[in-house]
Nanobody, 121 residues
């Protein structure tokens, strides 16, 4: 099992930027595929971005968000630029116990507690 702790959420104006961080402990981070998901009020949780050796993205964030990982720090990042009000959600970090990409939240084994991102218009 891996423990995940997210940070970096907050309130930002439309067009602004935020960087989310997710620090992992427990199982070897370098053998875990990582992902970011989000859930807006009244909506289902949705895939945002994932990374194994390189990043992949939901169409709604492609070109605006960048996922990266630093194995020396056991941390995965989500750089969010050109934020829109529709990006407002609780963002969750997740880990898979295999090094395979997935957009399906059911295939992730461990989850963080979430961090709130609010984008004002």
């Amino acid at each position: 099992q891996v423990q995940l702790v997210e940070s970096g959420g907050g309130l930002v104006q439309a067009g602004g930027s935020l960087r989310l961080s997710c620090t992992a402990s427990g199982r070897t981070f370098s053998r875990s595929a990582m992902g970011w998901f989000r859930q807006a009020p009244g909506k289902e949780r949705e895939f945002v971005a994932g990374i194994v050796w390189s990043g992949y993205y939901a169409d709604s964030v492609k070109g605006r968000f960048t996922i990266s990982r630093d194995s020396a720090k056991n941390t995965v990042y989500l750089q969010m630029n050109s934020l829109k009000p529709e990006d407002t959600a609780t963002y969750y970090c997740a880990a898979r116990r295999v090094m395979l990409s997935s957009r399906d939240e059911g295939e992730y084994d461990d989850w963080g507690q979430g961090t709130q991102v609010t984008v004002s218009s």
